[in-house]
């Protein structure tokens, strides 16, 4: 089999059953719409509302921005494989999405984290919460994010702009992911893989330390209220962005981390269309349906 730099892929992930294709292509056009929708219908709400310009609503904004992008780096091309039954894409246009995906896949992560701290300073520090999360401080917070998702996406584009490939191969999935394309190359990417689960791994891993530790001290700030109508207060402030964070991550732990003895392609797929289209789908509405102040918004 030829080997070249600037191999033409096919993406293979969906169904082999091409009658399901019509039924598969009404769902995930119903649910991109839908996201589309609850996002755009957030963000507009959060602008066009004086009260909802504090930190908080800042980040949830950013969130709902970038959720509107990921299911845009994905869902398009996955519509067009099943309305043209034709999986190709070209070398440039995979990486491209890779680069995409990498960067809101990515600062998702770590705008969890960042809305984490922020629940930490307004339930531990309330006296001082104006002080520590200041307008300046949270564009900071959502800036250097987006500097990190772009670096390390990149790094990971660019590692992989330097392999050669098989010619004419099929990706198990409906986008170009990272894994399946290393398992494509021609070159040795022992290396390659050791840095890239390195540079993954202590971002992945750094965020949800930050997430487990500012709940931590969170639920032993709570617990130590007296009342219980207090406790309930201050918890259903976070409970919209637990709920984002535990549906997020266990998405993603149920695609990527599990024995590779049980791993089955079509399980793989199911994961990934959980974290790359319904999850973002689900968030606004998750944060719209459980928020009173986002309810009057948007009546």
Not at 40 to 53: S, W, Y
């Amino acid at each position: 089999m030829n080997c070249t730099q600037a191999p033409g892929f096919t993406l293979l992930g969906l169904s082999s059953d091409t009658e399901k294709w019509q039924l598969f292509l009404c769902i995930f056009l119903a649910l991109y719409l839908l996201g589309l929708l609850g996002n755009l219908l957030l963000l507009l709400a959060i602008g066009a509302d004086v009260h909802l310009h504090t930190p908080m609503y800042f980040f949830l904004s950013q969130l709902s921005l970038v959720d509107l992008c990921f299911i845009t780096t994905t869902a398009p091309k996955m519509l067009e494989t099943l309305w043209t039954r034709d999986g190709s894409i070209s070398f440039s246009g995979c990486l491209t999405q890779l680069y995409f995906f990498g960067v809101f896949a990515d600062m998702d992560n770590l705008l969890l984290a960042v809305m984490a701290i922020d629940r930490y300073a307004a339930i531990c520090h309330p006296l001082l919460y104006p002080l520590l999360m200041t307008p300046c401080r949270c564009e900071v917070l959502v800036s250097g994010s987006w500097g990190v998702a772009h670096c390390v996406s990149l790094t990971q584009t660019l590692m992989l702009s330097q392999l050669i490939f098989h010619t004419n191969q099929g990706i198990p999935q409906f986008f170009c992911e990272l894994g399946p394309l290393l398992t494509l190359s021609c070159s040795d990417t022992h290396l390659n893989e050791v840095l890239l689960t390195a540079l993954v791994g202590v971002l992945g891993i750094s965020a949800v330390l930050c997430i487990v530790s500012s709940y931590g001290y969170i639920f032993y700030a709570v617990a130590r209220v007296p009342s219980a109508q207090g406790k309930r207060k201050a918890l259903a402030t976070c409970s919209s962005h637990l709920s984002v964070v535990l549906l997020f991550y266990s998405t993603i732990f149920a695609a990527y981390l599990k024995p590779s003895s049980s791993s089955s392609s079509s399980g793989e797929v199911v994961a990934a269309v959980m974290y790359t289209l319904v999850t973002p789908t689900l968030n606004p509405f998750i944060y719209s349906l459980r928020n009173k102040d986002v309810k009057s918004s948007l009546r």
